[in-house]
């Protein structure tokens, strides 16, 4: 979707910039300076982030480029059909539906392992059981044959649901980060269904608006809201485990220094 597209579609749905800063998670200036024609050549997660806001459904392989099963169709997917997806095509499946995974961009692929880092960590530490994840791996989350999923982070404290292939089952924990393409299914799609499935903690860590929510479902606040600026306990070790943002904050504020160039 090319920038006049855009404003076109701005304009048809009466957004202001505030209302498309709060929505997509892009800083306020950066989208005054795209629309204003100061920045010629935005980068293509921003771009990614603003295209998303105008589009009517999330973003699913509605006819996937590839030939999975002429009888079916979304809503109907399997596990089946997600093996048989060529191995280059990034995909999870949730209930029945495909949705495409862009690669993570370098940013993103930092803060999902300096969190998975911290955690081992602490794991080995302490000659903990719990075994932590890091993407990609495939987790069959409701023991079903319509969803998998492969969440950044992810801490499995039963081993009983490890497999040869992936995971069978909720994980204790579960960290996704923000990124452009995945931000309504993160903060919506994936909340209900990893709630449902028995995950204990669900955090989504946003950079873009420089934020993290804790969903600790055994907790009566539910969810709290930090800043990239302080240590976040982690629920399910009953805060023995804090997760601290220092190097995170840092990776973020240079990445935001580069997109306002």
Request: with cysteine; proline share 6%.
């Amino acid at each position: 979707m090319t920038i006049q597209e855009m404003k076109k579609k701005k304009r048809e749905k009466g957004y202001t910039y505030a209302l498309m800063s709060e929505l997509s998670g892009v800083p306020l200036g950066t989208i005054q300076k795209i629309f204003s024609g100061e920045t010629v050549s935005p980068r293509y997660d921003t771009l990614q982030a603003l295209e998303e806001l105008f589009r009517d459904s999330p973003k699913v392989c509605e006819e996937p480029a590839y030939q999975v099963d002429s009888q079916h169709t979304q809503g109907s997917y399997t596990i089946e059909d997600y093996y048989a997806l060529p191995e280059e095509q990034r995909v999870e499946l949730i209930d029945g539906y495909f949705y495409d995974m862009a690669a993570p961009t370098f940013l993103h692929q930092r803060i999902g392992g300096e969190v998975y880092r911290q955690i081992a960590n602490f794991i080995m530490e302490r000659g903990g059981s719990c075994i932590p994840l890091i993407s990609p791996v495939d987790i069959q989350l409701d023991c079903d044959e319509r969803t998998m999923v492969q969440p950044d982070v992810a801490v499995l404290c039963r081993k009983d649901k490890a497999k040869v292939w992936g995971v069978y089952g909720a994980p204790d924990f579960i960290l996704e980060v923000i990124s452009p393409s995945t931000r309504r299914k993160d903060y919506t799609k994936k909340l209900s269904k990893y709630m449902a499935a028995g995950v204990r903690e669900y955090w989504i860590l946003d950079p873009y608006q420089q934020k993290l929510l804790v969903y600790f479902f055994e907790s009566e606040i539910c969810p709290v809201i930090y800043g990239i600026n302080e240590p976040v306990p982690v629920g399910i070790y009953d805060g023995e485990l804090e997760i601290v943002f220092s190097n995170i904050g840092k990776w973020i504020e240079e990445d935001m220094k580069k997109d306002r160039k």
